[in-house]
């Protein structure tokens, strides 16, 4: 008996990378967007409310992704 394998193989999915072509600073907003599959207005609208949220601790983290991705 002989069963064939109809798994369905999603493509291997790359590494975050920043989306400089869509994106307005440094293309992290537009990087995350791309990797996890959402809107990058989502994403940024995102970014703004925990950079409020957090009193600023955000953008450092903007920042260092934005320096050391890619």
Sequence with gaps: MRFEDNTVHSPARQGFRLNKQRGKIMGVS?????????????????????????????????????????
Aim: hydrophobic share 65%; proline share 0%; charged share 10%.
């Design 30 to 70: 537009a990087g995350i967007a791309d990797y996890f599959g959402l809107d990058v207005t989502l994403v940024r609208v995102a970014w703004v409310i925990g950079t409020l949220v957090g009193f600023g601790s955000l953008i450092l983290i903007y920042l260092a992704i934005g320096l050391i991705a890619d």
